[in-house]
């Protein structure tokens, strides 16, 4: 599989969306020379290599980083902070990532997996070229198809592709979303 590195938007998420619009903003690449696991962040259309300011904290700094928030369901937050150095990207950068808002593809397994579990679920993939020129901000381009796309690929692949209203890809949906439920909105009934 191999080492990737990590890409952040901070700006521009409208530029990065799936192609039904949800933003994104964490993708990976293996494109940048030698990957490894480095994080790089885009911002006002440059890229930045986030460094650990201070890879040894000390405990003062530690509890001045961190912080607790809310009143009825507190939790608690801690801030780091990274040296940014600018980066020239090599010409065209490819970086891939995958929308979970949009419904993922189901496919029939052609036998039960792991708890009996009948369907395989593929996330739709949402893939980008960054390209950038000397002097100007980076340029993105989705290059990524849709939901439709993926089934038509799946399907030529002889992958037997589940319809959205056949009863195995509704039963696979409810049992879904039962158990991401929490457990005390299951006690309540709902």
């Known amino acids: 599989m191999g080492l990737y590195d990590t890409v952040l938007f901070v700006d521009r998420i409208d530029a ?3 192609h039904r619009g949800h933003a994104l ?14 994080t790089y962040l885009v911002h006002h259309g440059r890229m930045y290599l ?6 040894a ?5 530690d509890a001045e980083s961190s912080r607790v928030e809310g009143d009825d369901h507190p939790y608690a ?5 990274f040296k940014l150095h600018e ?15 949009c419904e993922p593809v189901l496919v029939r397994r052609a036998e039960p997996g ?17 390209s950038l020129l000397p002097g100007a901000p980076i340029a993105i381009e989705r290059t990524s198809g849709t939901r439709d796309d993926l089934k038509a690929d ?26 991401r439920r929490p457990r005390s909105a299951v006690r309540r009934g709902g």
């Open 50 to 55: 986030a460094e650990a300011a201070d890879a």
């Open 87 to 101: 980066v020239q990207v090599p010409s065209a950068l490819r970086v891939y990532g995958s929308c979970k808002a």
């Open 57 to 61: 904290f000390d405990a003062d700094d």
């Open 16 to 18: 990065v969306s799936c």
């Open 154 to 179: 799946l399907r030529s692949r002889g992958v037997y592709v589940l319809d959205d209203d056949e009863p195995l890809a509704i039963a696979h949906c409810e049992l879904r979303n039962a158990r």
């Open 114 to 130: 792991f708890l009996g579990d009948m369907v395989i679920e593929h996330a739709v993939f949402v893939d980008f070229r960054l």
């Open 77 to 81: 937050v801690r801030e780091h902070r």
């Open 25 to 38: 903003r964490w993708f990976q690449t293996k494109d940048m020379p030698e990957p490894s696991m480095h």
